[in-house]
């Protein structure tokens, strides 16, 4: 079942974390565009390049860990959760 609020609160989460990203119980939370390097990053996601993005690299790193479930992101982080 999809919880906003706690969607909501991860993503805030997610945004105030030095890599963008959050994780609690299973999900984790990728923060969208957030800085001047992220903008630039936003630019690659038409062109199939959000697997060259900073946040991409980071979050795949987390997903890679294992014990994650769920992928909730925002904007730049909408993009790297489906190419995750």
């Known amino acids: 079942m999809f919880n906003h ?4 609160a991860g993503l805030a989460e997610a945004y105030r974390s030095p890599k963008g990203i959050h994780v609690d119980n299973g999900t984790m939370y990728v923060a969208g565009t957030r800085s001047l390097a992220d903008a630039f990053d936003d630019l690659k996601i ?3 390049k959000t697997d060259q993005t900073r946040r991409f690299r980071d979050a795949d790193e987390v997903f890679g860990k294992g014990g994650i479930s769920k992928v909730v992101g925002h904007s730049l982080g909408g993009a ?5």
């Open 5 to 8: 609020r706690r969607n909501e």
């Open 80 to 84: 790297v959760a489906l190419e995750l």
């Open 46 to 48: 038409p062109l199939r």
